[in-house]
């Protein structure tokens, strides 16, 4: 409830919200069905996903470094903040190290992609398939303000192809509001 409180207060653009939420959801099924991770840590990688962009709208130009010191104040667990801190290794310089870490760097570009791919079909996720979003990878021109270069990165870093990795995310995302 506290984080659900917190994202509230310091995101309004709800396309943000959303793309909050969706990391979240991946995160969370992740650590339960890949991880076999019990509640208390799925609840952890939820949090990270749920708060890793918290602080994008408000101080674009401090991403990160407020997010952080707001969970170090509100004492959040270590793993959680240095999870958020790394979800973006080229930009805040903090390299992923634990699973949690290089899965949220590996979820997050892709997730924003993967949603930004379902959008333009009429029938939104439903029938999108992997190939079709591999396709748009290829168009420097689709969602251009995605990193390409982020995405291979983060998928070289972890042990699961890109192909798996996009129909994890296609299957776990498509319910979330």
């Known amino acids: 409830e506290e984080a659900y409180q917190l994202l509230n207060d310091w995101v309004s653009n709800e396309k943000l919200r959303l793309h ?6 991946n995160m969370k099924a992740w650590a339960i ?6 509640e208390r840590t799925a609840l952890k990688w939820e949090l990270a996903g749920l708060l890793h962009d918290a602080d994008w709208e408000k101080y674009p130009d401090d991403h ?3 997010i952080i010191e707001e969970l170090e104040r509100r004492n959040i667990d270590p793993e959680v903040i240095h999870c958020i801190a790394s979800h973006g290794p080229n930009y805040f ?3 992923p190290v634990t699973k949690m870490d290089k899965m949220i760097y590996a979820l997050d570009e892709l997730s924003g992609f993967i949603h930004a791919a ?7 996720y439903e029938g999108l398939e992997v190939k079709s979003v591999l396709k748009r990878l290829k168009s420097p021109a689709f969602a251009a303000q995605v990193s390409r270069e982020d995405i291979s990165d983060a998928v070289s870093r972890i042990d699961i192809s890109l192909e798996e990795l996009i129909a994890f995310i296609i299957e776990h995302q498509k319910n979330v509001s």
């Open 33 to 38: 069905e890949k991880e076999n991770a019990d």
């Open 64 to 66: 990160c470094r407020v």
């Open 20 to 25: 909050m939420k969706q990391v979240a959801a």
């Open 93 to 95: 310089g903090i390299e």
């Open 118 to 124: 379902a959008l333009i079909r009429p029938t939104l």
